[in-house]
């Protein structure tokens, strides 16, 4: 072929590609974000929104940093999730019906004279934009509006009219109380009957009031992720004049959680109750505000309730020796094999059922106290714990992590006690029995 041809035909192929390209590819494109935005109620990106003003509830938001702040009718934290909800649908909103009037003389019969809502969004770099929303379609999934100074009234989902026709309370943050759990490391609870504070350390809670003792260390976590994770039911007050008003002069209840070593902290009080809900108030905040019953009600614990109520603190799955004595002197004694298998070692040597003696490891770790008998135990016959008919003692790589006395018994309950603890509990009768085996349960 001729070079000049083949040239002339190279740049053709190059100029067709471009057109392709550059028209086809990339001008389709953009005629296809053309045709959205022209089809979309306003042309907004929602994370561009700095301010919102909605009329005639006079609600006020601010966007300040990363969140969102409510600054009228009253000044509060913004709830994030109703003003995502506006913004959400506010990007999306369509003009699914167009040119359904351009003249005013018309506005009223479409409610839009005045408009039912008033949106105006105020975006970066200081450009504003005004949404007026009137009445429902015949089918009510829909309202007519109007944007800006345009004539034009169109139908758009109800969806955006409805995000922006909020209470004040669906505006408001109702958060109870916002603290991080993790990094709470003391805790004071007053109730109407008691007084419990309580301590973190060496990242275990231990009571420091009404007794010493090791606290229950789920029952904890979930106090505070209660109180956390509470919400606010209704703001009834934005000051609080009149404590005595609300009980609240004499609190029914008071939270304080710690943080650091500094002491930050953070503090609830729960006054009377009225109806369904209890009136609270933080400190920190002026308002007073209403809460359910139910959560005032799980802040309703007992000493039995907040203490650490099991007799061995050990991982059953870790458990590589159980010895049983008994108090006839008969000692049963298993131990796991190289190959994490349980075999008998006295009274004679036999493969054991693994699943019979992880009963009795897992068992005695999930063993409670459904009672404290006894603080301090100094006379152990009454308990049948001078001479124990059972003692099981658990080791893990050499190292005994649990030694279990179980005395005599009491109706459906049983005395028992750990070795290396004065403290008498009872425990029911069934769960101290699955620990009295016999080397032939034992063995297969």
């Known amino acids: 072929m001729n070079p000049r041809n083949t040239l002339l035909l190279l ?13 086809e590819i990339k001008g389709g494109e953009e005629r296809e974000k053309e045709k959205t935005a022209a089809g979309k109620l306003i042309d907004i990106k929602k994370d561009s ?33 109703t003003v995502s909800s506006l913004l959400y649908s506010l990007e999306s909103a369509q003009r699914d019906q167009k040119d ?22 105020r975006h970066e770099k200081g450009k504003q934009d005004t949404l007026y929303f009137g009445d429902g379609n015949v089918t009510t999934t829909m309202v007519y509006a ?8 169109v139908l758009t989902s109800n969806g955006l009219s409805n995000n922006a026709k909020k209470s004040l309370l669906d ?3 109702k958060d109870l109380l916002v603290f991080d759990n993790n990094a709470a490391n003391r805790l004071l609870l ?5 007084r419990f504070e309580l301590k973190k350390e060496n990242g275990k809670w231990q009571m420091l009031t009404p007794i010493k003792a090791s606290a229950d260390e789920s029952k904890i976590s979930s106090l505070l992720s209660r109180v956390r994770y ?9 000051q609080m004049n009149d404590a005595k008003n609300y009980g609240l002069d004499k609190p029914s209840y008071e939270f304080t959680v710690f943080f650091g070593a ?3 902290q953070k503090a609830l009080s729960f006054g009377k109750k009225e109806g369904a809900n209890y009136y609270a108030h933080d400190p920190a905040r002026p308002q007073v505000f209403k809460v359910d019953t139910s959560l005032v009600k799980d802040l309703n614990v007992s000493l039995m309730d907040l203490r650490n109520k099991k007799l061995a603190e050990f991982e059953s799955w870790n458990a590589d020796y159980v010895e049983l004595n008994y108090a006839d002197t008969l000692k049963i004694v298993c131990e796991k094999d190289t190959s994490g298998n349980w075999q008998i070692k006295a009274p004679q040597e036999k493969k054991a059922k693994s699943w019979e003696v992880s009963n009795i490891t897992g068992g005695l770790s999930g063993m409670e106290a459904t009672a404290f008998v006894d603080e301090n135990a100094v006379d152990l016959k009454k308990y049948g714990l001078d001479k124990p008919r059972l003692i099981v003692t658990i080791k893990q790589k050499g190292s005994e992590v649990s030694k279990v006395l179980i005395g005599k018994e009491k109706g459906d309950r049983v005395f028992a006690k750990a070795a290396n603890s004065p403290v008498v509990v009872e425990v029911k009768k069934e769960d101290a029995d699955k620990l009295f085996k016999k080397a032939t349960d034992l063995a297969e």
Do not use: H
């Open 190 to 194: 007053a109730t109407p009957k008691n």
């Open 230 to 238: 509470g919400r606010i039911n209704e703001f009834t007050a934005e």
């Open 146 to 153: 109007r944007v800006n100074s345009d004539p034009e009234v």
């Open 100 to 121: 359904i009037t351009k003249s005013r003389a018309d506005y009223a019969g479409f409610g839009l004279e005045p408009a039912r809502t008033e949106l105006i969004v």
């Open 11 to 23: 740049l053709l192929t190059a100029a067709v590609g471009a057109y392709v390209y550059f028209y």
């Open 49 to 81: 929104v700095t301010a919102i003003t909605i009329r005639p509830d006079g609600v006020e938001l601010k966007k300040v940093g990363a969140t969102w702040e409510l600054t009228a009718p009253v000044q509060y934290q913004a709830d994030d999730g």
């Open 262 to 264: 500094n002491d930050a």
């Open 171 to 173: 505006w408001r943050n």
